[in-house]
Structures are given as structure tokens and as C-alpha cells.
Nanobody, 126 residues
Framework: QVQLVESGGGLVQAGGSLRLSCVAS????????MGWFREVPGKEREFVSA????????SYADSVEGRFTISRDNPKNTVYLQMNSLKPEDTARYYC???????????????????WGQGTQVTVSS
């Protein structure tokens, strides 16, 4: 069974940092682009960041550019999202996702992702 499991969320004060992890099991995603999305109740799930299969290409939403860093460790089947200078508006449930196709480029198009985790809650207090 293919699973993506996120961890690392929590409650943090504005200006603080968190590091999210996403561990894949059931198959390797070493050849797939990976992404992070976030969702707030009542709003659509939105793109946060993406990374291609070998980590050579990354993409960020304008709202997190310069504060968040995505990375991956393929031997560990793990993707990370380092979040610095957190703001209250970063409060959301964060989801890890894997693209459907191998060797795909980075994309913010949500329908390109075929595998999703259950999410981890990030709450930033002011």
C-alpha cells in the first residue's frame, strides 16, 4: 500500500521555524516530482512548493518565497519543507503529494499529483 506520511507540524510563534517531513512507503518516489500544499477550512487547497525528481528544480508560491525551502533525500524516500520566519497566515494543514508521472518537472497544478498524505497541522500564533 502506497503511503505518504507527514510529520513535524505543531504550534509555533510568529517568526519561528518548523521543518516538515514526508516519508513515502509502499513504493519509491525517487523518480517523481514532489510537492507541498496547504489548506485552510473554507478555502481551496493551495500550492506551497514543489521539487523535481533529483532536487535540481524547485518552485515556490510567492507568499513563501525566501522563507521556505523544499528538499528531498531519495535514498530515504523523504521530502522536507523547512519553514522559517513563519507568519500567522501560514497557519494551515500541510499536505505532501507525489506527481503521477516519472521524471516530471515541477508543477503547481494540483491534478498532476496522484498521491497524497493525510496532512500535518501548522499553527502560527501572533
Amino acid at each position: 500500500q502506497v503511503q505518504l506520511v507527514e510529520s513535524g507540524g505543531g504550534l509555533v510563534q510568529a517568526g519561528g521555524s518548523l521543518r516538515l517531513s514526508c516519508v513515502a512507503s509502499g513504493r519509491t518516489f525517487s523518480w517523481n516530482g514532489m510537492g507541498w500544499f496547504r489548506e485552510v477550512p473554507g478555502k481551496e487547497r493551495e500550492f506551497v512548493s514543489a521539487i523535481n525528481w533529483n532536487g535540481g528544480l524547485t518552485s515556490y508560491a510567492d507568499s513563501v518565497e525566501g522563507r521556505f525551502t523544499i528538499s528531498r533525500d531519495n535514498p530515504k524516500n523523504t521530502v522536507y519543507l523547512q519553514m522559517n520566519s513563519l507568519k500567522p497566515e501560514d497557519t494551515a494543514r500541510y499536505y505532501c503529494a507525489a506527481q503521477r508521472r516519472d521524471f516530471s518537472l515541477v508543477t503547481k497544478i494540483i491534478t498532476e499529483y496522484g498521491y497524497w498524505g493525510q496532512g500535518t497541522q501548522v499553527t502560527v500564533s501572533s
